[in-house]
């Protein structure tokens, strides 16, 4: 017995000599970054009246327009696109998440639409702007992000297509952030109309050379259940969703949705409409890859722009001031010259010293 118990206590320091420990890693990195919590900026664009408030109030379960006022049609004509930002800190099982909404009120309700994303553009290189020069700064640690990961682009559902403005704007914003596509108020059309509709825009988006969102490839490694939710989500794109804030009951159960005299539509039911899988895309499986974009894609390019512009003004013009201190070679001034000049003189006149005490010496030596 003695014997079987000495084998199995070597086994056992065996095993832990085998053992480092990093294999913990995952865990630690999950404890931390749990601890810290975590931050998404979303942007939602398109007309009034779209349910993009309500879109974003059903997709994260808050109320991010407690205090919203409604502009009339008189108000709306004369409205330029202003930017406006709300901030919330949800919390899920212990999971913190300080998201925030960003809206263009506004946006395509003038008569005269000319260059109206260009308000969403100047926000978006200036979060960009202001990220650059805290990452340049001296408090690395605290660096707050609030650039853009995503952006949900409502598209009428009463069009046959893509308008005019839906092109420019999806193309001026393709560079700087994942814009996401989105078909609102689905419950406007029949199945077969949300069918010819999502390959319009799919065609028109390859056709005119839009840069949308696009979902990364599964692993090889990833379960089945995994890859066919991939693919059911890159199948459904763009989403066609409904939005609501109303609890209703259907089949004896409390469900968001709509209540029509012909029936209700579901908010979470797939067969009704897609939020579900935006959803699921935008939460649970692609929010990291989102922000993944948005850092080493996105930001990246504008920073490389910015220091090739930098470099290009301080080459042309060697006053121009750099965030980044560079070094010159110091060329001595007249007074360190002087100073210098003196020291030589004191070593030659030391060395003419002590040439003579060593004639001085070999003389007295003979």
Same mark, same amino acid.
């Given at each position: 017995?003695?014997?079987?118990?000495?084998?199995?206590?070597?086994?056992?320091?065996?095993? *832990?000599? !085998?053992?480092?420990?990093?294999?913990?890693?995952?865990?630690? $990195?999950?404890?931390?970054?749990?601890?810290?919590?975590?931050?998404?900026?979303?942007?939602?664009?398109? !007309?009034?009246?779209?349910?993009?408030?309500?879109?974003?109030?059903?997709?994260?379960?808050?109320?991010? &327009?407690?205090?919203?006022?409604?502009?009339?049609?008189? *108000?709306?004509?004369?409205?330029?696109? #202003?930017?406006?930002?709300?901030? $919330?800190?949800?919390?899920?099982?212990?999971?913190?998440?300080?998201?925030?909404? $960003? +809206?263009?009120?506004?946006?395509?309700?003038?008569?005269?639409?000319? #260059?109206?994303?260009?308000?969403?553009?100047?926000?978006?290189?200036?979060?960009?702007?202001?990220?650059?020069?805290?990452?340049?700064?001296?408090?690395?640690?605290?660096?707050?992000?609030?650039?853009?990961?995503?952006?949900?682009?409502?598209?009428? @559902?009463?069009?046959?297509?893509?308008?005019?403005?839906?092109?420019?704007?999806?193309?001026?914003?393709?560079?700087?952030?994942?814009?996401?596509?989105?078909?609102?108020?689905?419950?406007?059309?029949?199945?077969? #109309?949300?069918? /010819?509709?999502?390959?319009?825009?799919?065609?028109?988006?390859?056709?005119?050379?839009? /840069?949308?969102?696009?979902?990364?490839?599964?692993?090889?490694? *990833?379960?089945? !259940?995994? /890859?066919?939710?991939?693919?059911?989500?890159?199948?459904?794109?763009?989403?066609? $969703?409904?939005?609501?804030?109303?609890?209703? !009951?259907?089949?004896?159960?409390?469900?968001?949705?709509?209540?029509? @005299?012909?029936?209700?539509? #579901?908010? *979470?039911? @797939?067969?009704?409409?897609?939020?579900?899988?935006?959803?699921?895309?935008?939460?649970?499986? &692609?929010?990291?890859?989102? /922000?993944?974009?948005?850092?080493?894609?996105?930001?990246?390019?504008?920073?490389?722009?910015?220091?090739?512009?930098?470099?290009?003004?301080?080459?042309?013009?060697?006053?121009?001031?750099? @965030?980044?201190?560079?070094?010159?070679?110091?060329?001595?001034?007249?007074?360190?010259?002087?100073?210098?000049?003196?020291?030589?003189?004191?070593?030659?006149?030391?060395?003419?010293?002590?040439?003579?005490?060593?004639?001085?010496?070999?003389?007295? +030596?003979?």
């Amino acid at each position: 017995v003695s014997a079987s118990n000495r084998r199995t206590g070597q086994r056992i320091r065996s095993t *832990e000599k !085998e053992y480092v420990g990093f294999a913990t890693l995952p865990n630690q $990195v999950h404890r931390k970054s749990v601890k810290k919590g975590f931050d998404f900026t979303l942007m939602v664009a398109g !007309e009034s009246g779209l349910g993009k408030s309500t879109l974003v109030n059903s997709l994260f379960l808050t109320d991010l &327009h407690k205090d919203r006022k409604l502009l009339n049609a008189e *108000e709306r004509i004369s409205q330029t696109v #202003e930017i406006t930002k709300h901030t $919330v800190d949800i919390e899920e099982k212990g999971v913190k998440l300080k998201l925030t909404i $960003v +809206d263009t009120p506004g946006f395509g309700d003038a008569v005269n639409n000319t #260059e109206c994303w260009r308000p969403v553009t100047d926000y978006i290189n200036l979060q960009f702007e202001q990220y650059f020069r805290d990452e340049s700064g001296l408090n690395r640690k605290n660096i707050q992000d609030n650039r853009v990961h995503c952006c949900l682009y409502f598209i009428p @559902p009463f069009g046959h297509g893509l308008r005019p403005v839906d092109i420019e704007f999806m193309k001026a914003l393709q560079d700087k952030v994942n814009v996401v596509p989105l078909i609102a108020k689905a419950d406007c059309l029949t199945p077969t #109309e949300i069918k /010819k509709l999502k390959e319009r825009l799919r065609e028109e988006i390859d056709k005119y050379g839009i /840069k949308i969102y696009q979902f990364p490839d599964c692993d090889s490694d *990833e379960d089945e !259940e995994f /890859k066919q939710q991939d693919k059911e989500l890159k199948e459904s794109t763009p989403f066609a $969703v409904i939005g609501s804030n109303t609890v209703v !009951e259907a089949r004896g159960q409390r469900v968001r949705g709509r209540l029509y @005299p012909w029936g209700i539509v #579901e908010v *979470e039911n @797939p067969s009704h409409c897609d939020f579900v899988k935006l959803r699921t895309m935008l939460i649970r499986t &692609h929010m990291h890859d989102l /922000k993944d974009i948005t850092s080493d894609g996105h930001y990246e390019n504008y920073r490389a722009q910015c220091i090739q512009t930098m470099t290009s003004k301080m080459n042309a013009d060697k006053r121009v001031e750099s @965030p980044i201190p560079i070094l010159p070679l110091s060329t001595p001034d007249v007074e360190t010259e002087k100073l210098i000049k003196m020291k030589d003189e004191e070593l030659r006149r030391m060395q003419q010293m002590l040439q003579k005490m060593q004639q001085q010496m070999h003389e007295q +030596d003979l």
